[in-house]
């Protein structure tokens, strides 16, 4: 069941927020257990109120309701469109039925996406960066940040009580207990901190480079900031805390010693030879994150990216399947090529075959332009030899 959240953040702006424990596969790929929330604002002054970000597509009346309960429907001015993707678009083609008197505001490329996606076209208005628009005497402002998470994406900031408004970018899978991060239980901070992660390599990862020069253009404004209020997840009191841990993930910083394993294996033979290597790796004091595909188990996809995000070596282990890689070898490299790249990383790959090699050449094709440093390939036919294996740990570990 989803679940709505009303609360006043600050004297005058309440977060409306929807836990949604029904979608399972974020964007119908990322596998979330842990749920998400799509966080929306709304601002009220005396000179009327505005909407920051929507819900996701299914929730608009659920939404209007919410809003009703508030203020009038007639006295919304504006509303928001940070960033299009529909899981906070959703709901605006409703908000706009009813809500007459409100104007539409985004990036150009979020007013022309809201046309395509739902046919609204009337009472909008793109606005540029570092444009404003007034609610009486309080002023909105709003920043171009392309690429957090779409070309569209636009940074509001409500100057009178410093709240800066980001929707992706700052924020997490989960439903949190508390509406701020810093209000959490030491344990569910903790997390937090690994969905802030996860949302980042799953979610933002590709645009990484894109998160640097935001950051930097954010730091460059100066702009007084009390509050984060992103649009899934928590929200931040100490912005400096996530505004550093983003610039980590957006520098795409490693980890150093971490390794992850991560393989296929369809009747055991690269699954023994990750056993010798793990044991090894073991033996000198290395600790790998294993996610193993095989017939009794499966990672969770989501998790793979996130452990592959900053880790700084990657065992890659899977076979030859029909003169090919094996298909969710290829399917997690494809996905490591948009997300996770290669660069300040090393490789290791394992293969095993029965006839007619294949898989290791395709792997070492497929990442050949990610950027990592190879530090070995082995690849047998049928079961590995297990000094080889213990030598590669050596090669690991050195
Ligand atoms: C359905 C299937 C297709 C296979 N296709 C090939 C192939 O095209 N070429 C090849 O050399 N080996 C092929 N093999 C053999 C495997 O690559 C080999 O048995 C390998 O050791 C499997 O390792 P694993 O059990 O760890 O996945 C195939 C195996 C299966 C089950
Ligand atoms: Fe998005
Ligand atoms: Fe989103």
Redesign the pocket.
Known sequence: MVKTIVEKITRNVYLLRLDDDQTRYFEAIWEIPEGVTYNSYLITTSEGAAVIDGWKKGYGELHLETIRGIVDPGDVRYIVVNHTEPDHSGSIKTLVGSLKNATILGHNIAISLLNAFYGVAERVKPVNDGEAVGLGEEVLRFYHTPWLHWPDTIFTYYEKERILFTCDAFGSYGIPSKIFYEDLPVAEKELFNRYTRKYFANIIGKHAEWVVKNLDKLSKLGLKIDVIAPSHGPLHREPNRIIELYRELGERRVVKGKVVVVY????????EAVEILVDELRKRGVEPVIHRFDDKEHSLISEVITDLYDAETIVFGA??????L?PIGKYILEIMKAKTKGVGKRLVVIS????????AKKIKDLTSDMGFEIVDTVEFK?RTSEARIRELASKITS
């Open positions: 296929t294996s369809m009747y055991g033979f690269i699954n076979a030859t399947y029909d003169a090919d094996y095993s075959y029965g006839w007619g090699p294949v898989a049928g």
